[in-house]
């Protein structure tokens, strides 16, 4: 949230108490009677009517805040993949399977979570260290940008697998092979193909490592319901990072319809999308953009 805008919230807040406590004060002067408790009890009453009418407008200026700093942390670490893919003959980072090498987000070996609150507080410092042996962390220098703000722990936090981002990869990458080292150039992918994403916090297992398929799952952190049915939101914003290095907002209901359902991996999504190839079944060694081996 801008600075400015909680100043004016307080300011809000701090000056209907003052005009209450100025009048009341005003009759007393005249008066010159004590204050009685009702009266005290009447200033305390309308600064609580205050603040209740204000608490929504700070959260969604706070949420606000979460989105824009999410849209900033993609759209640095797509810069540093393009950057990545200058240096490497345009093959584009690993996006993260769970094999011996090292991916987008964080270096080989890296100390997977058995998915308890002990076990991250056991090996969460062992992935930090890990994620500065990333494919992409000689450019940003800073693991702040895997995390979106409003990642916090909680019991569901504790279950994933990998906690130093928020955000997963595209497995088109390495054509949805789970067991291969390989990627494609950048230049092989649509410019407005989905690279990156928010992952749904609410499935942890989404987390086991940086790279998706699409119908895994995006976050219900933004605008959207975390007990509903997700597949349906209209009204949860995601961020989602393209390949020519921009970054937008989607809901989830439409990065639903081009992955065509939510599903556990490996069993495929529920539905066939409509159009296929499209902008998250995007693997390049497929007609179809679904997974091919490598």
């Not at 002067?29 to 407008?57: H, R």
């Not at 609150?117 to 992409?136: M, N, R």
């Not at 490592?209 to 319901?225: A, C, K, L, M, Q």
């Not at 529920?270 to 296929?276: H, N």
Request: charged share 20%; with cysteine.
């Amino acid at each position: 949230m801008a600075v400015s805008e909680w100043t004016e919230a307080a300011e809000m807040i701090t000056n209907g108490a003052q005009t209450c406590w100025s009048t009341i004060v005003k009759t007393k002067i005249k008066s010159k009677n004590a204050f009685t408790l009702v009266e005290l009890l009447v200033v305390i009453a309308i600064i609580a009517i205050l603040a209740a009418l204000l608490l929504p407008v700070l959260g969604k200026a706070k949420e606000r805040g979460y989105m824009a700093t999410d849209l900033n942390n993609t759209r640095q670490t797509l810069l540093a993949g393009h950057m990545y893919a200058g240096d490497q003959n345009d093959f584009l980072p690993r996006p993260g399977w769970q094999i011996p090498y090292s991916c987008w987000a964080y270096g080989y070996p890296f100390p997977y979570s058995s998915g308890t609150e002990a076990s991250y507080q056991a090996i969460y410092p062992g992935q930090q260290d890990s994620v500065t042996k990333g494919q992409l962390y000689s450019y940003l220098k800073t693991p702040k940008v895997f995390i979106c703000p409003g990642d916090k722990p909680d019991p569901l936090f504790y279950q994933r697998e990998m906690y130093i981002t928020s955000y997963i990869w595209n497995g088109a990458v390495s054509s949805f092979d789970t067991r291969s080292e390989k990627t494609y150039k950048l230049s092989r992918f649509k410019p407005g193909a989905i690279l990156q994403w928010e992952s749904d916090e609410t499935i942890p297992i989404t987390f086991n490592d940086g790279g998706n398929v699409p119908y895994e799952g995006f976050t219900r952190r933004h605008g959207g319901s975390r007990s509903g049915d997700s597949t349906q939101d209209a009204r949860s914003r995601v961020t989602v990072g393209l390949f020519d290095g921009s970054s937008k907002r989607m809901s989830a209901k439409e990065l639903y319809a081009l992955a065509g359902g939510l599903a556990p991996y490996p069993f495929g999504p529920p539905t066939r999308p409509a159009e296929m190839p499209n902008d998250l079944w995007c693997n390049p060694g497929s007609t179809n953009g679904t997974a091919t081996p490598f």
